[in-house]
């Protein structure tokens, strides 16, 4: 299993016509990019998934987001509740591999509205002339709180995922860069546009994530196993060890992959092979004490 994590901007979804969409988030946590499907399933047995997902195979770099738009049609549909399954999935694995971690999402289909009723046959015209002039007044206060689309949140020191799902909420998208910072890893440590300024919805908010610098491989040739593995754990590796027959003392560590010195990321992989007895060689054995009387 990979570290895929999906989030959405709604559970539920009202369609209008039969029809609505939403956004899918799906963040890539790995350290190596990753070949996501998002995958769209009924929610019950023979039922149809109502589903299209634009662009649903991608590759997510590592800690990266992709943002999907998936779409819903249930022209024709009688009005109720349809559930459908979303599953943010490996292209190297089945779906069924992630099945406990779907996403339901809830199509609500309304009842038709009921036809409008005939207009008055008593027109007030002082009645019709004041709400006209109220309505252009309330349109002209809207226009001007509304015009240039909405302010950007402020999703500094968030966390990746909760940063996604304010700027979601508030109808922007997010993009994603990591950087090395002091700051706790996967925190928010700068965006653009700025927190605050007026933006149209929709547009993407660029944000830099915090990361750990990279770490050089310790050389840790020579050195016993349990020592070895010591170091690099302290120095935030993942260790594997591989034995291989040596001339080397055994025990000791005879090689590091990647090279020592290599920059790597902290959780990185490291594995180092550790010397054992070459088959049918052994310790050497003691010479036989001779008879008093010799040979």
Do not use: C
């Not at 966390?159 to 993009?175: D, K």
């Not at 950087?179 to 700025?194: D, L």
């Amino acid at each position: 299993m990979t570290g895929i994590t999906l989030t959405l901007s709604s559970p539920t979804v009202e369609l209008k016509d039969g029809k609505g969409s939403l956004t899918a988030s799906v963040t890539n946590s790995s350290a190596e990019a990753e070949r996501v499907v998002l995958g769209a399933f009924p929610g019950q047995p023979g039922a149809p998934s109502y589903t299209t997902v634009a662009d649903p195979l991608r590759t997510i770099g590592p800690g990266a987001t992709e943002q999907y738009l998936v779409a819903f049609d249930t022209t024709g549909a009688a009005p109720g509740s349809y559930p459908v399954k979303l599953i943010a999935y490996s292209a190297d694995d089945a779906p069924e591999d992630y099945a406990d971690q779907a996403h339901v999402v809830t199509l609500a289909v309304s009842q038709a509205p009921a036809p409008a009723k005939p207009p008055s046959k008593f027109p007030w015209l002082w009645v019709i002339i004041g709400a006209v002039v109220l309505l252009l007044a309330i349109g002209g206060v809207l226009w001007f709180l509304l015009r240039g689309g909405g302010n950007v949140p402020d999703v500094r020191g968030k966390q990746q995922s909760e940063a996604a799902q304010i700027l979601i909420g508030a109808g922007f998208s997010m993009g994603s860069t990591e950087v090395v910072s002091t700051e706790p890893p996967g925190t928010v440590i700068s965006q653009n546009p700025a927190a605050g300024s007026r933006a149209d919805k929709g547009i993407t908010v660029s944000v830099e994530i915090a990361r750990k610098a990279d770490v050089p491989v310790p050389n840790v040739i020579g050195q016993p196993k349990e020592t070895a593995v010591q170091t690099l754990t302290q120095a935030g590796f993942t260790v594997s060890v591989k034995e291989t027959p040596s001339f080397a003392a055994p025990g000791t560590v005879i090689t590091v992959t990647p090279p020592v010195g290599t920059p790597l990321r902290p959780g990185s992989a490291v594995t180092i092979e550790v010397a054992t007895l070459l088959i049918g060689l052994g310790p050497t054995l003691p010479p036989l004490p001779l008879s008093p009387g010799g040979l």
